[in-house]
């Protein structure tokens, strides 16, 4: 099993970055993708869902109209766009994935917000 993160980088305020994570070893399909994040000195918290079949999606209210999830099922691929990134949103992104009782991580990838 593998979730792998790529697309951070270092962005201007206001700016925008494309995270992918790229899964294998299950089945992509069946679970329920998310995406956190850790800053320094802080807990993971939640970013954002999408479902298995449905692909609803859900957002924690510090990135709803800034931050979209979506996914790609054929390409076992799930994604974060962020825009008008702002300097609290620097952390490590992790990506997630959930089926009942099975739960994976990705290693992360560091996300920095700074002029």
């Known amino acids: 099993v593998k979730l792998v993160e790529s697309g951070g980088g270092l962005v201007k305020p206001g700016g925008s970055l494309s995270l992918s994570c790229v899964a294998s070893g299950f089945t992509f399909s069946s679970f329920v993708m998310s995406w956190f994040r850790q800053a320094p000195g802080k807990e993971r918290e939640f970013v954002a869902r999408?479902?298995?079949?449905?692909?609803?999606?859900n957002y924690a209210d510090f990135v709803k109209g800034r931050f979209t999830i979506s996914k790609d099922n054929a390409n076992n691929t799930v994604y974060l766009q962020m825009n008008s990134l702002k300097s609290e949103d620097t952390a490590v992104y992790y990506c997630n994935g959930r089926y009942w009782q099975y739960e994976y991580w990705g290693l992360g990838t560091q996300v920095t917000v700074s002029s």
């Open positions: 999408i479902t298995s079949t449905s692909g609803v999606t």
